[in-house]
């Protein structure tokens, strides 16, 4: 169950751990066995994409998720992350963000975006349990 969701008597819940939903940090960001994540993805979604990205948008830190940092971590294109954020955005899992105080660079900024309010997330999470690994020395 996610905080701030009520159980349904009579409908099957799904304990999701409390870590899912604690800050992550470049220290503590766990790693994901990509190729899993995409074999699982094709299966269930006809898209190798989709887990994978979800899963990366999941577990995104406050202002690194947008279209270029999540497609490099998934490892594909630009376009395609963006296509498949923005079809989260369109079914209201995910709605545009502030962006922070200081700039990444030169160029255009990124559009950032930031999760809903949804038990989307935790089925997400739950989803792609199998294929985390938690960082050395986290056991």
């Known amino acids: 169950m996610v905080a701030g969701s009520q159980a349904v008597p009579g409908e099957a819940t799904t304990v999701i751990p409390r870590y899912y939903f604690l800050p992550l940090t470049e220290e503590n960001q766990p790693s994901w066995d990509l190729d899993g994540l995409r074999r699982r993805s094709e299966l269930l979604f006809g898209s190798s994409h989709r887990l994978p990205i979800a899963v990366l948008a ?6 690194q998720l947008y279209a270029r940092r999540i497609a490099q971590e998934a490892g594909v294109g630009d376009k395609e992350s963006v296509r498949i954020l923005g079809d989260l955005e369109e079914a209201h899992l995910l709605e545009p963000d502030e962006p922070p105080d200081q700039r990444l660079g030169r160029g255009r900024p990124p ?14 999470l739950a989803l792609g349990e199998r294929f985390r690994r938690q960082p050395p020395g986290s056991a």
């Open 111 to 124: 559009r950032y975006l930031w999760r809903t309010d949804d038990v989307f997330w935790g089925c997400v």
């Open 58 to 63: 999941a577990t995104a830190e406050r202002h």
